[in-house]
């Protein structure tokens, strides 16, 4: 079965130093693997995708997040934080193969951004 | 519009009360889905509609949940006997094409918050 580990339940970062957002998974067949951000009383926004190629993609506001097979993970990072990422991130996969097509979501982690 | 459109946005109803939430996906999007999100955590998969195929319930808790999809459109979840464990917020999200290999991204409605007095 496929599954999303977001290990912290929240991440506290001072502005203008570095994040991330730790995201595992496991899935039958090759991963599709993406992030998602979702602010106060707001639906969630896509921010970036891997599909193939590329182990670093880049996404929507600056955001960015590595593809790592060996250990299964797909971690989301950002060079320098602003007080705006403050909001909750979910990381979801869907499988290749089989009949994985739904996407499955993490339990997100909350992003706090300090002045 | 533009996105995808979710009524009511907020609905309170008493314990044992049906409740019908819509979703109107964007349009040419094949594929639909409906999560529940409980107090800001994680998204709980509850039920997927790709076109004409059989949908995926595999995730709705109870038999007191159901959903249908006319004309490949509009989405309507209901929920019977609601229940206090109920209270969450339901978001409808739709892809492009749905499938197997299938690489798209969801787009997310507001989500309609239900809450169950």
């Known amino acids: 079965a496929q599954s999303v580990a977001q290990p912290e339940d929240q991440v506290n970062v001072a502005e203008g130093n570095p994040l991330t957002v730790k995201c595992t998974y496991s899935?039958?067949?090759?991963?599709?693997l993406f992030w998602y951000v979702q602010y106060p009383n707001r639906g969630l926004q896509f921010l970036l995708k891997y599909i193939t190629g590329d182990n670093l993609v880049k996404g929507s506001y600056g955001f960015e997040a590595e593809f790592n097979k060996s250990q299964t993970s797909f971690h989301l990072k950002k060079p320098s934080a602003l007080v705006s990422d403050s909001a909750l991130y979910f990381c979801?996969?869907?499988?290749?193969?089989?009949?994985?097509?739904?996407?499955?979501f993490g339990a997100g982690t909350r992003l706090a951004v300090h002045p | 519009g533009a996105g995808v459109s979710q009524s009511p946005s907020n609905k309170v109803t008493e314990k044992g009360k049906d409740v019908e939430l819509r979703c109107d996906p964007i349009?040419?999007?094949?594929?639909l889905y409906w999560y529940r999100q409980s107090l800001g955590q994680g998204l709980e998969f509850l039920i997927y509609f790709q076109g004409n195929s059989a949908p995926d319930k595999s995730g709705l808790p109870s038999d007191r949940f159901s959903a249908e999809r006319t004309g490949g459109s509009v989405s309507t979840l209901t929920i019977q006997r609601t229940q206090q464990e109920d209270s969450a917020v339901y978001l409808c999200a739709s892809s492009r094409r749905g499938g197997q290999g299938n690489t798209g991204e969801l787009f997310f409605g507001e989500g309609s918050r239900l809450t169950v007095l």
């Open positions: 979801a996969v869907r499988g290749s193969s089989g009949g994985y097509n739904k996407l499955i």
């Open positions: 349009s040419g999007h094949t594929a």
């Open positions: 899935v039958s067949g090759n991963p599709y």
